[in-house]
C-alpha cells in the first residue's frame, strides 16, 4: 500500500485536551494490557547494553505508551536496568503522574511541552519513539532523527501499526473496543464516559486516527531510507520487525546508535 499522510484529530492544536487525553488514555490501556511491545524487548535491551547511560528520553508519549510494562520486561533480563522520563508536545499529566506513581521511582516526566524535533540539551539519553513516528512527514521524521544525532544520542522508532489492508480492518473494530473496555481505564472520570457514551467523540476519534495511522506507517525499508539523508553522521542504523505472537501484524522499528556504541547498519530479517 503507498503511504498517506492525512489528518490525526489529536495531532491538531485545535483538539480539546479532554478528546486528546481520552484517546491516549485508551490506547494506553490497550498497550497495556495486550503488550505488543514485549516482542521488542530483546532488541531493546541490545542497544541499551550498548549505552553510556541508562536513562530513556521517551518522546512523544501520549498516555505514557507501554511503560512501565516494559520496565519491568528489562528487569527480568540481565544488564543494567534503565529509567525513563516521559515527553509529550501536549503531555497527558494525569496519565504521567500515575505512570510515576506506579513505576517504582523508575519513571519521571517533563510537564513542559518537548518537541521531538529539538528535545532540550538536558534531556539526555535512549530517545525512544512508540506509536508515534506515523505522525511526521518524512522532512520532520528526518528532523527528529536528526536532532538525536546531533546531540549524539541513541533513538529507537516503534510502531504497533503496518500499512496493510489486515491492519487497516482490524481498526475497523476498535470502537466496539473503546466500548467495553471504558469503564475499567483508570483514572476514572465521568468526563471519559460522556464523551464515550452519550456522544462518542472518543470511540470516533480512534477509529478515525486509527486508520490514519496504519496508512502513515513507514515500512522498515522506508525507516532505513530516511537516514540516508544523515550520511557522514558516524551513525549505525539497524532497522527490521519483529512478530508479535498470536497477531498478524509485526512491530516495525528503527535504531540508531552513535558509532563508540553502534552496530553495523543492517535490516534484520523478521524474525
Known amino acids: 500500500m503507498p503511504r498517506f499522510h492525512l489528518l490525526e484529530i489529536e495531532d491538531q492544536p485545535w483538539c480539546p485536551t479532554i478528546v486528546r487525553d481520552g484517546s491516549t488514555d485508551y490506547l494506553r490501556f490497550v498497550i497495556e494490557k495486550s503488550r505488543p511491545y514485549a516482542a521488542i524487548v530483546p532488541e531493546l535491551r541490545r542497544a541499551i547494553e550498548r549505552m553510556e547511560s541508562a536513562r530513556i528520553v521517551d518522546l512523544c508519549s501520549g498516555g505514557a505508551g507501554p511503560w512501565p510494562g516494559l520496565l519491568d520486561d528489562l528487569a527480568r533480563e540481565d544488564g543494567p536496568s534503565p529509567t525513563v522520563t516521559l515527553t509529550d508536545l501536549y ?149 527490521g520487525q519483529v512478530p508479535i505472537q498470536g497477531s498478524p501484524i509485526p512491530v516495525p522499528y528503527l535504531i540508531g546508535l552513535p558509532p563508540a556504541q553502534g552496530f553495523r547498519q543492517s535490516r534484520r530479517p523478521t524474525r
Open 91 to 239: 503531555p497527558n499529566l494525569g496519565a504521567f503522574e500515575r505512570t510515576r506513581r506506579i513505576g517504582g521511582g523508575r519513571v519521571d516526566y517533563r510537564a513542559a511541552a518537548v518537541d521531538a524535533a529539538n528535545v532540550p540539551d538536558d534531556l539526555a539519553g535512549f530517545r525512544t519513539l512508540f506509536s508515534s513516528f506515523h505522525h511526521f512527514r518524512p522532512e520532520r521524521a528526518v528532523n527528529v532523527l536528526r536532532n538525536a544525532v546531533a546531540r549524539r544520542q541513541p533513538i529507537g522508532v516503534f510502531e504497533a501499526t503496518q500499512r496493510s489492508p489486515i491492519a487497516v480492518l482490524a481498526m475497523l473494530l476498535t470502537p466496539l473496543a473503546v466500548l467495553l473496555v471504558t469503564p475499567f481505564i483508570r483514572p476514572f472520570r465521568w468526563w471519559r464516559l460522556a464523551i464515550t457514551y452519550v456522544i462518542p467523540i472518543i470511540p470516533l476519534v480512534v477509529v478515525f486516527d486509527g486508520i490514519v495511522s496504519c496508512l502513515r506507517t513507514y515500512t522498515p525499508d522506508e525507516l532505513l531510507g530516511l537516514t540516508a539523508a544523515l550520511d557522514g553522521s558516524g551513525y549505525e542504523w539497524q532497522t
